[in-house]
């Protein structure tokens, strides 16, 4: 399938094109997220939970693993990076297949327990205050909706 690149140059407007992701989501949509520390994973979130509509700041949830917020829809957000056994299952399932949104940070760590399909979120630093987000939609569903995202 195809990937789309999308550029920022601050925080702020990763936030606002992850915001209007978020306005697009429906139940069950699965969210991955990949890039070195500092890429942008986390504020790619907290816009993605404004535009769901979560009212709560929304912070990383590296000691906690998941962490979940109220919206428009459930969003759990998840933070893979201290799960040690990549084969280790924490019942990711429950959440992925559930009623709500799943947000990945680390992905990658858990590749084999990911869901098929899905919208896989690439950050890459492209210097200073500047990222290239690529964007690769895995099924039909997530196709369409990068369409809509990007037209
Ligand atoms: P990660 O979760 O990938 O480790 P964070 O979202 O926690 O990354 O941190 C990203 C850092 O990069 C923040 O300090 C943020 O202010 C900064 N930043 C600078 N430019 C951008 C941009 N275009 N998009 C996202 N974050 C940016
Ligand atoms: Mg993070």
Redesign the pocket.
């Given at each position: 399938m195809e990937k789309y690149k999308v550029h920022?140059?601050?925080?702020?407007?990763?936030?606002k094109f992850a915001n209007r992701l978020g306005e697009l989501l429906i139940a069950g949509s699965v969210i991955t997220?990949e890039?070195?520390?500092?890429?942008?994973?986390?504020?790619?979130?907290?816009g993605l939970a404004k535009g769901l509509g979560v009212k709560r700041t929304v912070n990383?949830p590296t000691f906690t693993i998941i962490k979940e917020y109220q919206g428009r829809l459930p969003l759990y957000h998840m933070?893979v990076y201290r799960v040690c056994e990549a084969d280790e299952d924490l019942g990711f399932d429950e959440y992925f297949y559930g009623d709500g949104i799943t947000v990945v940070?680390w992905a990658s760590l858990i590749n084999e327990q990911l869901p098929r399909e899905r919208l896989s979120v690439e950050?890459y630093h492209a210097g200073?205050?500047?990222?290239e987000i690529v964007l690769h939609p895995i099924g039909e569903w997530y196709n369409k909706l990068c369409k809509e995202l990007l037209n």
């Open positions: 920022t140059s601050s925080p702020e407007e990763t936030m997220l890039g070195d520390l500092g890429a942008g994973k986390t504020h790619f979130t907290k990383s933070d940070e950050i200073e205050d500047k990222r």
